[in-house]
């Protein structure tokens, strides 16, 4: 009597009938949707077996030389598939390797060992118009930086940063992105341009200090949401104050004046203490 056997997915059915002529079988197994209740949750009779409690098919049957060569013909095609998919695979990366520095070129980076080049030293606002007539890019994360080294004006400095360190390249959407840890990696590529600072809090929260001797150092001008304002930066010896105001004030850089002011709150910016004031008054010496 030959022992059939039925494709490996099937092993654990059970073999109701053979037809030894056409090599068919019906094979049946409990059914997984109701357990072989029948029934299934508050819909009553299982829609998937009928209320058999069984699920049912016929299938090809084989004599055990004929399964072994079967096993053996699938486990080849698995492998063309898996060597197929690999291949692709490969492909692709090649092609999304090759979209990559097609773009880095496009944007004007060398598409072998792209570099950043952030803009930094001084405050870049008071430059932005010439930033711009040279090609540079901005953004919150990185601030102005341009593909390539620049003669910056006097005060300011570059330094580069590895691209891959500020964008991912997603090769479905052929498109970079910027990451979620750029902004930290450009404050410490910038921090190598600005001086060590000695700078330290000045008086507590609300506290009100009068009469500072204190040298202005800039002036900002910004369109924010309520309209025009200045940032005011003065010197303290090595101690940086601040104040945004809407009121233009009668000074210029370098001036030494007489400065009274609430401490609004103490900041750290790039790596410097701060103290920020409100509700100033400026006296000339």
């Given at each position: 009597m030959t022992e059939w056997k039925v494709a490996p997915s099937y092993e654990n059915w059970e073999i109701k009938s053979v037809d030894e002529t056409n090599h068919?079988?019906?094979?049946?197994?409990?059914?997984?949707?109701?357990?072989g209740t029948g029934e299934y949750a508050w819909f009553g009779v299982c829609f998937k077996c009928g209320g058999s409690s069984y699920l049912q098919k016929e299938v090809k049957i084989?004599?055990?030389?004929?399964?072994?060569k079967y096993v053996a013909a699938q486990a080849r095609a698995k492998e063309?598939?898996?060597?197929?998919?690999?291949?692709?695979?490969?492909a692709a990366i090649d092609q999304s390797e090759e979209n990559k520095k097609a773009k880095l070129a496009e944007w004007g980076y060398d598409p072998e060992n792209p570099l950043i080049w952030l803009v930094g030293g001084g405050s870049t606002y008071e430059i932005?118009?010439?930033?711009k007539?040279?090609?540079?890019k901005f953004c919150k994360e990185l601030g102005w930086y341009s593909n390539k080294p620049l003669d910056v004006p006097e005060g300011y400095g570059m330094v580069s940063i590895k691209f891959e360190d500020a964008y991912e390249w997603f090769p479905i959407t052929k498109r970079f992105e910027i990451r979620k840890e750029a902004k930290e990696v450009a404050d410490a590529a910038l921090s190598s341009l600005v001086p060590e600072s000695h700078s330290e809090f000045i008086g507590d929260i609300k506290e009100r200090l009068r009469d500072l001797c204190v040298t202005l150092t800039a002036a900002r001008t910004i369109d924010g949401y309520y309209g025009m304002s200045t940032i005011?930066?003065?010197t303290l010896?090595?101690?940086i104050l601040t104040w945004i105001t809407s009121s233009c004030q009668d000074i210029e850089i370098g001036d030494k004046v007489l400065l009274t002011g609430t401490v609004k709150d103490h900041t750290v910016y790039k790596g410097i203490k701060q103290t920020v004031l409100s509700r100033c008054i400026i006296k000339k010496e």
């Open positions: 068919k079988a019906i094979i049946r197994t409990k059914c997984d949707k109701c357990g084989y004599t055990p030389e004929e399964y072994i063309r598939r898996i060597e197929v998919a690999e291949a692709r695979r490969q932005k118009d010439w930033l007539e040279e090609g540079c005011y930066t003065f010896g090595e101690n």
